[in-house]
């Protein structure tokens, strides 16, 4: 599902007299099934562009259109999903509970949502933890019932907001893998948020930087690997230099604002 | 797995019992060595050789607290959470009316309980009355902290699946304010207990129908400190149950999912 950005503004006021603008006109075209990683110094504004394209928030000026429709706030699409930070699964529900949420608040019907809530459960291989408590999961295990919980609704948009900033590197590459495998089966667009230049170049077929506050698009650059993504990608020299580049880029943005 | 759950029960109940004992020992042998004037202080065995001779009334007066404080309390839960979760719907809502929640808090019982009396006679409404007054307050709070300290992103989450407002408040608010909201009741059910004998010292019936409350009144201008002190056990056993009982009642909801239930 198309994705298409203009003139975006947001400011915060912390102080009625001292409006903090955060987005400065951001225009931005993301074609149907593409996957792209927003990068940026720390508050740069990515989260915020993120929400604004959720329907979590309301820009102070500009557009957001999904699809061709405009988002407005509190009035979400059906077929955006959104992976939070922090996994943000109810304590108070079994996994599987969890996964099926968002049908049950859809009002499909129970037989049908326990189906393709187990189904996706499995995708992320968490077939067997169906019936525990996120208290009873580790930290990876949780964020993956959060993945299985924003997929099971088959969305076209997938937004994703530093999911995995709090994992270890290990678990970290086993969920960049396992959202790999999903895009390329399902191929929903991904605005994927993150820190991790190299995990946004294992991911992404397309980098976006922007700049320190008020956010602007310093660097957009298309990252094409011919042989697919595996883990021995992480070993290749273009990768590597992709990886180098963007780290120059994110100097640039750092530097001047 | 019933016999180790138990031991486990015996375990937790043995020392607070041995402490009990120990304490009740100390006194009877303290009073028997003292030997102070009866209408200043009394034995334990005294205290219970007057309660079981009087055990009927006793336990009937006993009956008609423990009326008053459950109509009293159950109104509490009702209306302590929904107001709750109206304040917690709108931040004007909440600035408007929750400054008045805090009256309930402190104006003294025994200046109302007169008015209630004159509406609504002395007897088991008006102490019901005065335990619901007492133990509002807390169920109001824990419920409006409890919604209010909700991660927004859960809140997010459901507005981004488009539920319906009493999806959002039966399947998200209610459940994920429940360890606070249950914090609350703790203290209010045995404010609830405290609101029903000293309403009773206004607003409570004589004759047959008396609760805990007048027989503390009775005894004490009679001087008949055994009967004082087993009034004021009662009272104390009633509001152990209280407590116990949303114990349980929290147990029951929350042991699968919740910290505050773990075992150490």
Not at chain 1, 38 to 61: F, I, Q, Y
Not at chain 2, 98 to 106: R, W
Request: charged content about 20%; hydrophobic content about 50%.
């Amino acid at each position: 599902m198309p994705v298409r950005v203009a003139g975006l503004v947001r400011r915060f006021t912390a102080q009625a007299s001292d409006p903090v603008e955060v987005l400065a006109g951001i225009d931005l075209e993301i074609p149907a099934s593409q996957f792209v990683a927003l990068l940026g110094p720390s508050g740069c504004g990515k989260s915020t562009l993120l929400r604004l394209v959720a329907g979590l928030d309301t820009p102070d000026g500009g557009s957001v259109l999904v699809g061709g429709r405009p988002v407005r706030r509190r009035e979400p699409l059906e077929s955006i999903a959104f992976v939070f930070q922090e996994a943000q699964l109810l304590p108070w529900r079994t996994l599987i509970k969890n996964v099926l949420l968002p049908l049950e608040l859809r009002g499909m019907a129970l037989g049908e949502r326990r189906d393709r809530a187990l189904h996706m459960l499995d995708k992320v291989g968490l077939g067997d933890a169906r019936e525990r408590y996120p208290a009873q999961l580790s930290g990876g295990m949780q964020l993956r019932g959060s993945l299985a919980r924003a997929l099971v609704t088959e969305p076209r948009l997938l937004l994703l907001d530093e999911p995995f900033a709090a994992l270890d590197e290990i678990t970290r590459q086993r969920l960049d893998g396992l959202i790999q495998e999903l895009w390329h089966e399902r191929r929903f667009t991904a605005l994927f948020v993150t820190h991790s230049l190299r995990e946004a170049v294992f991911l992404a077929e397309r980098a976006i930087m922007f700049s320190r506050r008020p956010a602007h698009v310093v660097a957009d650059r298309p990252i094409e690997f011919p042989g697919g993504r595996t883990a021995e990608l992480r070993g290749l020299p273009a990768y590597n230099e992709l990886v180098e580049r963007l780290y120059q880029d994110l100097l640039t943005a750092e530097g001047g604002a | 797995m019933t016999a180790r759950r138990l031991r486990d029960f015996a375990a937790r109940l043995a020392p607070p019992l041995c402490a009990a004992l120990a304490m009740l020992a100390i006194w009877e042998l303290g009073v028997r060595w003292a030997n102070p004037p009866r209408f200043l202080f009394c034995a334990p065995s005294e205290i219970w050789r007057d309660a079981t001779a009087r055990a009927g009334e006793l336990g009937m007066a006993t009956w008609k607290t423990t009326v008053a404080v459950a109509w009293g309390f159950a109104l509490s839960v009702v209306v302590g959470v929904a107001s709750g979760v109206i304040l917690s719907s709108n931040r004007l809502i909440e600035r408007a009316l929750y400054p008045f929640t805090v009256i309930l808090q402190t104006v003294p019982l025994v200046a109302i309980a007169p008015m209630l009396v004159i509406w609504l006679h002395a007897g088991v409404q008006a102490v019901s009355v005065c335990a619901f007054i007492v133990s509002l307050f807390p169920v109001i709070t824990n419920t409006l902290t409890g919604i209010r300290s909700i991660p927004k992103p859960q809140v997010e989450l459901f507005w981004l699946y488009g539920a319906r407002p009493w999806a959002l408040l039966f399947k998200l608010k209610l459940p994920g304010a429940l360890p606070s909201i249950m914090a609350g009741l703790r203290v209010a059910a045995g404010l609830a207990v405290i609101g029903a004998v000293v309403g009773e010292f206004v607003a409570g019936e004589l004759g047959a129908d008396r609760g805990l409350g007048i027989v503390v009144v009775v005894a004490a201008k009679q001087g008949d400190l055994p009967m004082l002190f087993a009034a004021v056990a009662l009272a104390s056993v009633l509001g152990i149950a209280m407590v116990g009982g949303v114990n349980a009642a929290a147990y029951l909801l929350m042991h699968k999912w919740h910290v505050s239930q773990r075992p150490d």
